[in-house]
Structure formats: C-alpha cells, structure tokens
C-alpha cells in the first residue's frame, strides 16, 4: 500500500513504526503460509500449533493499519471519491493481476480445467492467497460511506458483522467440512471488516492507555484459539487458522501494537529493529511475490526427499542383493567344499 507523505518528524517516526508493523505482519503471513501440519498427540506438535494461534493476527495487522491511515483521508465530495478510487485500487490491483498471469496459464494448461471459471479466478484474485487484494478494494470503495456515520456505531456493527460471518465460516469450514475456496469466504468484506474499522477507530482515540486489559485478552485470546482448534479439528482437521476466537484476539493485539507505549518501545530500539522496518516497506511486494518462492522450495523440497528416498531404497536393495548371492555363494562353496 502506498505510504503518505507527510512532513512532521512526528508523523515520520509514526509511519516508520507502522512499517515496522507491516514487516511483522507479512512474516506472520509467510509463516502462516509456511504451516507445517502438526497434531495435538507431541509436546513439538502443541508448541507449533501455539505458534500458530500466535500469529494469526497478521492479515488483521494489515487491515487496521490501512484503517488507521485512510480514516483522515479527506472523502468528502464525490470528485474527492474517484479520485482516491483511482489512486488506491489499480495501485494493489494491477500487480496483483501481473503476478496472477503465471497461476492462471499453469491452470488453463492443466487437463480438464473450465477456462471461464480461471478467467473469474484471475480477475477476482482468487489465484493464490490473493484474496487480501479483492478485500482492500471492497474496503477503499466501502471507506466514503464508513466515514459518514459515527465511527463508534460503525465498530459495533462492523463488529456484529464480522462476528457472524466468522461464526458461520468455522461451521460450514471446520464442523461442516465444506472445501470453501479462501477467496470465496475470505475475499467478501464480512468477515474481515471490523478490523478495517477498529483501525479507523484508533486513529481518532486517544491512544495513550494502559496495556493491561488487552494484554490479558490477548494471553486469554492465544488459549481461546488453542482450545478452540483442538475441538475443531476432531471433525474434518480444520481449525488452525480463522475461526471465532481468533477476533478478539486479533482485536486485542491490534489495541496492543498501536498503543502509545508500544510506539514509544519502538523509538528506543529503531537500530536495532531496522530490518523489519525495511521489510514494512517492501511488504506488499513480499506479499505477492512469496507464494512462488514457497511453491518452489516445495518442490525442491520434495525432489530432493524423493531422490534421497530413491536413492536410499535403491541402496538398501542392493545391499540386500548383495547379501543374498554372498550368502548363496558361500552356501554352495560350503556345499561342493
């Protein structure tokens, strides 16, 4: 996403530390990405899985983080509108499209595959994980009328919104067992809106309170999703990721990170946490670009697994054989001896 030019070393230091969010955020996202299937049965199997509720929040991160800069956009008249429209969306779409091109002609190449169906995929991101694009776009269109009513009304209801569709999205996912595709239950506003708004609702609070509360909801959210997976996956073994509990969780980390205090933690330790910061600024780029640098590890991965496996197996038969025509030469020597 695009970066505001602003001029105070206040508002400077405010977006070095927001980037400083996004560069955690988009390593959660290839993390979460990076998942290996894991179990309740280990000690190893529980600790990932803890990981893993961990940093669920990262899309979320994202969201308000947008919310949060776009809330002081000036959207005031209908000419101010398209403006911003014509700025902000062909800005995350068109790479994104870009970056769908390979994904699409691998998948009209494969046998038997419904070339309509591909074209819908490549012109509503549903290639990849690039649902996140079709939803910031929802959101920049959605932003004009958010701004219009009171933004506590809005949270509540964005809230009640994003609620149900969670609720319903783990029943049909995790209990049901329905094979939802993630653009078609991710990319739709719903379920995902309240933490556009919640941003939107910081970026005109006083943020200067205090860390107890949301970091006991978050410690509390972290064993929510943890308990909540566990019960889930008993049933189709679907339960890791979005799920309801995973909201205020979200909600509390995103109080949590864009508090006053944990800016100011930030300022002390800019050096030292420059990396992340540069990542932040490169986040969108990582985001489009890192499912074809899994994809190809994956395959390396499992190229290199298959020819130690072949190449092991082969070994160990001809050892075997070995041993087998040394057995059944020393037998007939002992014989004819």
């Known amino acids: 996403m695009p970066h505001l030019n602003l001029e105070s070393n206040h508002m400077r230091q405010r977006i070095t530390y927001f980037d400083f969010l996004r560069g955690i955020a988009i390593l959660m996202v290839v993390g979460i990405h990076t998942f290996p299937h894991s179990t309740f049965d280990s000690i190893g199997g529980n600790i990932t899985i803890i990981i893993r509720q961990v940093i669920n929040c990262a899309v979320p991160i994202f969201l308000a983080i947008s919310g949060f800069f776009l809330a002081q956009k000036k959207l005031d008249t209908k000419a101010d509108c398209l403006k911003f429209w014509k700025k902000q969306i ?44 079709i939803l910031i776009i929802q959101l920049y269109i959605l932003l004009p009328f958010l701004k ?35 653009t078609v239950y991710g990319g739709p506003f719903p379920l995902l809106i309240f933490y556009f708004v919640l941003g939107m609702y910081l970026a005109n609070s ?3 309170y205090k860390l107890t509360v949301p970091i006991i909801m978050a410690l509390a959210g972290i064993a929510l999703q943890y308990f909540e997976a566990k019960f889930l996956v008993e049933f189709h073994g679907v339960g890791f990721g979005n799920k309801f509990s995973f909201m205020p969780y979200s909600a509390a980390m995103i109080i949590l990170l864009f508090s ?13 946490l ?19 640098v899994i994809l190809i590890l994956s395959h390396i991965h499992t190229y290199i697994h298959t020819y130690i496996h072949t190449y092991i197996h082969t070994y160990i038969h001809a050892m075997d054989h070995q041993l087998a025509v040394g057995c059944y030469d020393n037998s007939d020597y002992d014989i004819h001896g």
């Open 90 to 133: 062909p800005a995350v779409y068109v790479p994104c499209f870009i970056w769908s091109l390979p994904l699409f002609v691998v998948a009209i190449l494969h046998p038997g595959s419904n070339i309509l169906v591909n074209i819908a995929k490549l012109c509503f991101c549903g290639f990849s994980i690039y649902y996140f694009v």
């Open 148 to 182: 219009k009513f009171n933004i506590r009304h809005v949270l509540f209801a964005s809230a009640t919104i994003s609620g149900a569709a969670a609720i319903m999205t783990t029943y049909l996912l995790a209990i049901k067992g329905y094979d939802i595709p993630l």
């Open 206 to 208: 006083d943020r200067n």
């Open 260 to 272: 006053n205090r944990a800016e100011q933690w930030y300022e002390h330790r800019t050096k030292q």
């Open 274 to 292: 420059q990396i992340f910061q540069r990542l932040g600024g490169i986040s969108y780029g990582m985001y489009l670009t890192h499912c074809y």
